[in-house]
Protein backbone atom coordinates (compact mmCIF):
# COMPACT_ATOMS: atom_id res chain seq x y z
CA UNK A 1 0.00 0.00 0.00
CA UNK A 2 1.41 3.57 -0.71
CA UNK A 3 1.35 5.74 2.54
CA UNK A 4 2.88 8.66 1.12
CA UNK A 5 3.13 11.06 -2.12
CA UNK A 6 5.61 10.80 -4.61
CA UNK A 7 6.32 12.91 -7.90
CA UNK A 8 6.87 12.22 -11.63
CA UNK A 9 7.51 14.23 -14.13
CA UNK A 10 4.50 16.32 -14.62
CA UNK A 11 2.63 15.34 -11.40
CA UNK A 12 2.34 15.16 -7.76
CA UNK A 13 0.70 12.38 -6.20
CA UNK A 14 -0.82 13.81 -2.79
CA UNK A 15 -2.45 12.60 0.08
CA UNK A 16 -5.91 13.90 0.62
CA UNK A 17 -9.43 13.11 1.88
CA UNK A 18 -12.36 11.86 -0.06
CA UNK A 19 -15.44 13.01 0.92
CA UNK A 20 -18.66 11.57 -0.68
CA UNK A 21 -22.18 12.36 0.29
CA UNK A 22 -25.69 11.48 -0.93
CA UNK A 23 -28.32 13.44 -1.39
CA UNK A 24 -31.52 14.47 -3.14
CA UNK A 25 -30.36 16.01 -6.85
CA UNK A 26 -32.78 19.13 -5.96
CA UNK A 27 -30.27 19.61 -2.64
CA UNK A 28 -27.15 19.98 -3.96
CA UNK A 29 -26.70 23.52 -4.71
CA UNK A 30 -27.39 24.35 -1.11
CA UNK A 31 -25.30 21.77 0.01
CA UNK A 32 -22.60 22.50 -1.87
CA UNK A 33 -22.59 26.42 -1.37
CA UNK A 34 -22.08 25.74 2.44
CA UNK A 35 -19.31 23.36 1.46
CA UNK A 36 -17.47 25.93 -0.41
CA UNK A 37 -18.05 28.86 1.62
CA UNK A 38 -15.24 26.58 4.28
CA UNK A 39 -13.26 24.87 1.50
CA UNK A 40 -12.80 26.01 -2.13
CA UNK A 41 -12.23 23.34 -3.27
CA UNK A 42 -9.62 24.37 -5.31
CA UNK A 43 -7.17 22.21 -7.85
CA UNK A 44 -4.16 24.34 -9.15
CA UNK A 45 -6.01 26.73 -11.45
CA UNK A 46 -9.18 25.45 -10.27
CA UNK A 47 -12.10 25.60 -7.88
CA UNK A 48 -14.93 24.49 -6.70
CA UNK A 49 -13.85 21.11 -7.93
CA UNK A 50 -16.27 17.84 -7.05
CA UNK A 51 -18.18 15.17 -9.21
CA UNK A 52 -21.83 14.50 -9.02
CA UNK A 53 -22.72 11.13 -10.57
CA UNK A 54 -26.00 10.61 -12.57
CA UNK A 55 -29.61 10.12 -10.58
CA UNK A 56 -30.51 6.33 -8.64
CA UNK A 57 -32.81 4.89 -6.50
CA UNK A 58 -31.87 5.44 -2.91
CA UNK A 59 -33.49 2.23 -0.80
CA UNK A 60 -34.36 2.47 2.94
CA UNK A 61 -36.89 2.17 5.66
CA UNK A 62 -37.87 4.10 8.24
CA UNK A 63 -37.57 2.26 12.20
CA UNK A 64 -38.94 3.78 15.27
CA UNK A 65 -37.78 6.60 15.56
CA UNK A 66 -37.28 7.91 12.69
CA UNK A 67 -38.57 11.43 11.90
CA UNK A 68 -40.65 9.96 9.42
CA UNK A 69 -41.91 7.22 11.89
CA UNK A 70 -41.65 3.50 11.83
CA UNK A 71 -43.10 2.04 8.09
CA UNK A 72 -43.17 -1.57 7.26
CA UNK A 73 -42.76 -1.27 3.45
CA UNK A 74 -38.81 -0.24 2.08
CA UNK A 75 -38.81 3.47 0.61
CA UNK A 76 -37.36 3.58 -2.99
CA UNK A 77 -36.36 7.30 -3.24
CA UNK A 78 -35.50 8.28 -7.25
CA UNK A 79 -33.42 11.07 -8.27
CA UNK A 80 -30.88 10.58 -5.28
CA UNK A 81 -27.03 11.56 -6.29
CA UNK A 82 -23.43 10.89 -4.99
CA UNK A 83 -21.27 14.07 -4.91
CA UNK A 84 -17.69 13.69 -4.16
CA UNK A 85 -14.48 16.15 -3.31
CA UNK A 86 -11.45 16.41 -2.16
CA UNK A 87 -10.04 18.19 1.01
CA UNK A 88 -6.81 18.44 2.54
CA UNK A 89 -5.83 15.90 5.26
CA UNK A 90 -7.21 17.96 8.41
CA UNK A 91 -9.39 16.83 10.42
CA UNK A 92 -10.66 19.84 11.55
CA UNK A 93 -11.20 21.46 7.91
CA UNK A 94 -13.08 17.91 7.68
CA UNK A 95 -15.27 18.36 11.02
CA UNK A 96 -16.38 21.53 9.60
CA UNK A 97 -17.46 20.47 6.13
CA UNK A 98 -18.81 17.18 7.59
CA UNK A 99 -21.45 19.76 9.96
CA UNK A 100 -22.06 21.57 6.81
CA UNK A 101 -23.30 19.45 4.72
CA UNK A 102 -25.13 17.90 7.79
CA UNK A 103 -26.44 21.49 8.29
CA UNK A 104 -27.28 22.28 5.04
CA UNK A 105 -29.17 18.39 4.15
CA UNK A 106 -33.08 17.73 4.00
CA UNK A 107 -31.97 14.15 6.17
CA UNK A 108 -32.15 13.24 9.35
CA UNK A 109 -29.64 10.89 9.07
CA UNK A 110 -27.27 11.82 5.86
CA UNK A 111 -24.80 9.60 3.97
CA UNK A 112 -21.24 11.46 4.27
CA UNK A 113 -18.20 9.24 3.94
CA UNK A 114 -14.49 10.13 4.31
CA UNK A 115 -11.89 8.35 3.21
CA UNK A 116 -8.19 8.47 3.08
CA UNK A 117 -7.13 9.16 -0.86
CA UNK A 118 -3.78 9.59 -3.30
CA UNK A 119 -4.67 11.44 -5.94
CA UNK A 120 -2.86 13.90 -8.54
CA UNK A 121 -2.01 17.51 -8.89
CA UNK A 122 -0.36 18.82 -11.95
CA UNK A 123 2.88 20.60 -11.41
CA UNK A 124 1.63 23.51 -13.87
CA UNK A 125 3.88 22.36 -16.79
CA UNK A 126 3.24 24.26 -20.13
CA UNK A 127 1.95 21.91 -22.40
CA UNK A 128 0.00 24.12 -24.59
CA UNK A 129 1.01 22.09 -27.29
CA UNK A 130 0.52 18.94 -26.14
CA UNK A 131 -2.15 17.09 -28.77
CA UNK A 132 -4.30 15.55 -25.85
CA UNK A 133 -5.42 18.27 -24.25
CA UNK A 134 -9.02 19.84 -24.50
CA UNK A 135 -7.91 22.99 -26.20
CA UNK A 136 -5.78 21.55 -28.79
CA UNK A 137 -8.63 18.87 -29.87
CA UNK A 138 -12.42 20.13 -29.96
CA UNK A 139 -11.94 23.34 -28.45
CA UNK A 140 -15.84 22.75 -27.70
CA UNK A 141 -15.71 24.47 -24.66
CA UNK A 142 -15.91 27.76 -26.02
CA UNK A 143 -19.06 26.76 -28.11
CA UNK A 144 -20.81 24.20 -25.67
CA UNK A 145 -23.40 24.91 -23.70
CA UNK A 146 -23.20 25.13 -20.03
CA UNK A 147 -24.07 21.64 -18.49
CA UNK A 148 -26.71 23.75 -16.43
CA UNK A 149 -28.36 25.14 -18.92
CA UNK A 150 -28.93 22.13 -20.99
CA UNK A 151 -30.95 20.60 -17.58
CA UNK A 152 -33.11 24.17 -17.50
CA UNK A 153 -34.38 23.59 -20.93
Not at 4 to 27: H, I, N, Y
Not at 40 to 45: A, T, V
Not at 117 to 136: F, I, V
Amino acid sequence: MIDSGFETKSLRMELLLLVTFQAPAADVERIMEAVVAIAPLRMGEYDGNAYQSAQGIERYRPLEGAAAGAEIELRRRPGTVEVSFELPDDQGLAARVVEAIFQAHSYQEPVIRIQPLLTSRSKGLDDRANPNRWWNTTGDWKTAPRPETIAAE
